[in-house]
Structures are given as C-alpha cells and as structure tokens.
C-alpha cells in the first residue's frame, strides 16, 4: 500500500505548558504514525490498527506461510501473514481485544509484553494453551493511568517460544501519550515504529534451526531484520524530527544500536518517559527491551548499525568445541538501516520540553526485600537454566505477594553469562543496575543483570494475578529459567 500523505504533526494543544498542568507527566506526541511515502518499497512498515472509542478489536492468526522477507519469498511463520505482525495503537483507559487463531502445527498463544493488565482469566494469561485450529479471546484493559510506549506481542507457550518467536511471531503495541490538556509538546515531521528480529534461513527459504551450542547461548539469527526486511532505507530531509519507537525482538540478541552522527535523545526507555532525555551515546536493548527516541536528522547518509555486545561466556565453552562449533559470547556488529538525509533543511524546532516520569517509588519503604538468583549448571543432559536451581513448574508458586505491597527484588546472577530479567505485569524501577544507586526514575519491564553481577528493582504489586518472570533470551525461558509469581 502507498501511503502519499505527508504532514507534519502538531501536538498537544498550542505548545503552551501551563505550570501545574506539566506536572501531569506524560510528554506528548502526535497521536498518529505516518509512514513516509518518499522511501518507496524499502521503507515499509506493519499495518497500524488503532483503537476506536475506546476499544481495539483484532484478529490475529498465527501460522507459517510464505512472507516477503529479505526481499524474498520465504517460508516463515507470522501473524496475519505478516512478519511482523501488525502494529496495534491504544491509549490509556483501552480495551484491547484480541482473537487469536492457531495455524500452526503446535500450541501457542499471546502475551502482551509490558502491558500493565491483569493476568488473570482471559487477561495476560501465559497459563492457557491454544491448540492448533482453536482459537482465544483475549481482553486487555488498561488502566486510565497506564504508562505510555512501546510495547509487543509474541506467544508464550513454554517450550515454543523461541522457535515460535524466531520463527516470525511477533508485533508492536504503541500505548499513545495520554492527553493532558496543557501538557508539553513538540512536534515530529513522523513516527517510525522499527521492530528488530533475527531469523536463519537456509537456500530454499526454509528456517532453519540452530545449533546445540547455539541455543545455550540463546540463538542469534544470521539475517537482522528491521520490520522484515535487511538494511531497508529510510529517508529524511535535514532538521527533521522523527520519533522512532525501537523494539528488540529478537530471541537473544543484544542491541548496541549506533545512530553515528545523528542528533539522537532517548526519551523512553521500556514504558514511562525518561527526565530528563538521555544524550545519544551508547543504549544498549537486551532482548525484549525498546527505546523510545527523537531524532534531529543530520545530512548525508548514516548507517545505523548494531555494535557488538559482550554478554559474557557459556560455561559450555569447553564442550562447544565438542558438540561443533563453541558458542558464541559477542553479536558481531550488523548493519540495521540507512537513513539518508538529503534535500532542504528544515527550520530547528524548538529543544524538548522537560517532562517528569508520573511515578517515583523511590520515596516508598519497601515491605519486604528477596533475592532471585539466576543459575546456570552441567549435567548429564547439558545445561539447565534455573532460579536457585529450581527449573519453572507452572503448578508451583515460588514467590508470594500481598496485593498493594511494594517490594525489593534483588535479582543476582551466578552464571557467566548475562541474563535480562523481565518481570510481567507489574513494572520494574531499577533502583541499582549493578553500579551503584540510580538517581532518577528508571522504569523497565526488562533489565539486564550481567555475568556475576546483581541488580535491585523496587516494584508495587498493585495488581492481583499469577504470572512468570523469566530470562527473555527465550532460549533460556524455554528450558526452564523462569518462575511463577502470585500476587493477592
Ligand atoms: Cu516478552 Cu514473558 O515475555
Ligand atoms: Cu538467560
């Protein structure tokens, strides 16, 4: 589809930030998406599906088909035949439906990534287990005060969800920017919403499958794609504004992500905004995480590029040599996109507005303090990835909240290797990523805790519900390293 409209989007009211009214929070941008017409078939984004009045109906089939990917014709899994699947905007307050449609050959099912609903019953419920050819209803509603971003969807099945998700299973979900009369504006010439995945495939366009040694590490794909496709290009005119909301999709992979000589501030990192914007340097997405950026373009072609991550060393190293082929310790660097810049510049729009994350529990004594240990070990069958040396059992409940409390979760990792801990439902402030107190509201769904380190997380369980927290190299998920929380 050729989308021809090109505008520039006002925000907010008329930029006025009346004093008071900005202590509402949230920042705001344009209310819409605009893909740009200009980058012909490279630039191709997910068909959006917004809410209406309050309430987004979608239908969404899981099943393996040929896709477009890479500028070829392959056999992939997808939703919607889509890959990714498409992009779904709600706002605070929604209600989400989703019907999902088995077509695959396998059990999966849905987990809203991030989204702050209930787990329970039709909810965000990662317990329930669709058969091939059936069908479920989901039914997600947000909170009025849900924190606003980027956010995604992919199955959840335990013992799926990495073959599921690398095999093309995944989305993006935008919760828009509340509005708050009065609130802060700025205005971006367009949105981009740029869903990263790997993938492998072999000749004939088949997936292929990873290796042992591979999938200890946590599978990295040969090809990265962004929004499916390989290096696909993106064009600007100097000075522009464009808001990018970045998801790691990938099953294991970390983002380095390199945006060279662009003018780039981080605005949000998994949900809520950051105060203040973060200068570019180095942002680093363990799987699972998004950033949520504005960048001033800067003329001339840049390509922005995933540089290598150290996440530390398999304790199977030794072996990897004897099963074929060691497993890998570092994503060599890849090229995700260009962005090229060209033509008249664009007037400076004016420097962006400070905004407040709308929740600080840094204030709050918390009623109880736990430590969850990520474990990794040798035996008989290879390795295990456990909490503590217990692997997951979905009829056990290993941590048990009162509803309302605010906790400390110390989550320490023995192993060498790093593991991104993410917690669902319920969102995380880090309080200490491992290098001592953090001094500004940082809230993550996903944290990464590095080889031998430790990090410490405060979150208010204020929501009741049974749900997981697990390592989001699914890999990892998938063979055990995750645990079951009941909060009520
Ligand atoms: Cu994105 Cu429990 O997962
Ligand atoms: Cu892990």
């Keep these: ?218 599978r990295e794909g040969e090809l990265v794609l962004v929004n499916g496709q390989v290096a696909p290009v993106l064009e600007a005119r100097p000075g522009e504004r464009e808001r990018w909301r970045v998801v790691n999709a990938c099953v294991s992979r970390y983002l380095a992500l390199d945006l060279g000589a662009q003018q780039v501030d981080l605005v949000a990192r998994d949900l809520g905004p950051l105060e203040p914007p973060a200068a570019g340097g180095a942002l680093v997405l363990a799987p699972g995480n998004r950033a949520d950026i504005v960048l001033t373009t800067v003329s001339g072609t840049t390509t922005v590029r995933a540089d290598p991550v150290d996440r530390g060393e398999s304790e199977m190293g030794g072996m990897g040599g004897m099963m074929g082929g060691g497993a890998s310790s570092s994503s060599g660097a890849v090229d995700l996109l260009r962005l090229e810049v060209a033509g008249t510049e664009v007037p400076a729009g004016a420097p962006l507005p400070a905004r407040r994350a709308a929740r600080d529990l840094r204030g709050r004594e918390p009623a109880r303090r736990r430590e969850l240990v990520f474990q990794t070990g040798m035996g008989m069958g290879g390795m295990s990835f456990t909490f503590g040396g217990q692997e997951f059992d979905p009829d056990r409940t290993d941590q048990e909240v009162e509803v309302g409390a605010v906790e400390d979760w110390t989550i320490r990792n023995d192993s060498s290797m790093d593991h991104p801990f993410h917690l669902h439902v319920w969102p995380m402030q880090v309080l200490d990523a491992g290098e001592g107190l953090v001094d500004a509201p940082v809230w993550r769904d996903v944290v990464n805790v590095p080889a031998r380190g430790a990090v410490t997380v405060r979150v208010a369980f204020d929501q009741p519900g049974r749900t997981v927290y697990h390592c989001h190299i699914l890999d990892h998920e998938d063979d055990g390293m995750m645990g079951v929380v009941r909060v009520g």
């Design 1 to 218: 589809p050729r989308v021809t409209r090109r505008r520039a989007l006002r925000i907010g009211g008329v930029g006025l930030v009346a004093a008071g009214a900005g202590a509402a929070g949230w920042w705001r941008f344009g209310p819409e998406s605009v893909l740009d017409a200009r980058s012909g078939a490279a630039a191709v984004e997910p068909p959006v599906l917004r809410s209406e009045s309050g309430v987004l109906a979608v239908r969404l089939e899981a099943a393996r088909g040929d896709r477009q990917v890479a500028g070829r014709s392959v056999t992939a899994l997808g939703y919607n035949d889509g890959l990714p699947g498409p992009t779904l905007r709600v706002r605070p307050g929604d209600t989400l439906r989703i019907e999902l449609v088995n077509g695959l050959d396998e059990p999966t099912n849905l987990h809203v990534h991030g989204l702050h609903v209930s787990p329970e019953g039709n909810g965000d419920n990662v317990f329930v287990a669709v058969q091939p050819g059936e069908s479920f209803d989901y039914e997600h509603r947000l909170p009025d005060d849900h924190p606003p971003g980027v956010f995604w969807y992919h199955p959840h099945h335990h013992g799926n969800v990495a073959d599921q998700v690398f095999g093309g299973l995944y989305g993006a979900i935008v919760v828009e920017d509340p509005e708050t009369p009065g609130a802060a504006t700025v205005e971006v010439a367009r949105e981009r919403v740029l869903v990263v995945s790997d993938i492998s495939l072999d000749e004939s366009g088949a997936l292929k499958d990873p290796s042992m040694p591979d999938k200890m590490m946590g």
